[in-house]
């Protein structure tokens, strides 16, 4: 079977995030969390000096720009970091995405001296804790009722934490 442009799996590209990536970035928030972060509070948290993110786009698709795949933002302070969000489109889940997200993210805060990082993860997403415990992080603490969904149910947040060497 010949190989075409229409067949082929697709292919990302790890980017530093922009401000001009916000919007996008809000959007795909938005269809991943019951509270999802408008562009403003991606630019303002984007604009601060010890935070960085990350963008993954599609390399082989076929327009200009394509759309925004997934993306991980982080911060640094005092030789300890932290993902604030991250998120990976459900259209392109399984793909690897979330595994280079992180790895963008953990590089650079290890870049900026950072020499642990930390994350927090609703205990019943189950994906997201299988990811995290393959890059390494171990439980370090758990806040009861701390995300709410659609519905007001309450669920508690691990605290994750992974040293970076």
Not at 7 to 34: N, W
Not at 71 to 88: D, P
Request: hydrophobic residues 45%; aromatic residues 10%.
């Amino acid at each position: 079977m010949r190989d075409t442009i229409f067949s082929r799996k697709p292919e990302f590209e790890i980017l530093p995030m922009t401000a001009d990536d916000c919007a996008e970035v809000s959007q795909l928030h938005g269809l991943r969390f019951a509270r999802p972060w408008n562009d403003g509070e991606f630019l303002s948290l984007l604009l601060q000096p010890n935070s960085y993110g990350f963008v993954a786009r599609q390399t082989n698709a076929l327009i200009f720009k394509p759309p925004l795949s997934g993306f991980a933002l982080a911060r640094e302070v005092a030789g300890e970091a932290e993902i604030l969000t991250i998120a990976v489109h459900d259209k392109v889940g399984r793909a690897g995405l979330g595994w280079r997200l992180m790895q963008a993210a953990m590089r650079e805060a290890h870049a900026r001296g950072g020499e642990a990082m930390f994350l927090e993860v609703d205990d019943g997403n189950a994906a997201a804790i299988g990811l995290y415990r393959k890059l390494g992080f171990e439980k370090a603490g758990e806040r009861p009722a701390y995300y709410a969904d659609n519905q007001g149910r309450k669920s508690a947040a691990l605290v994750m934490k992974r040293v970076l060497r």
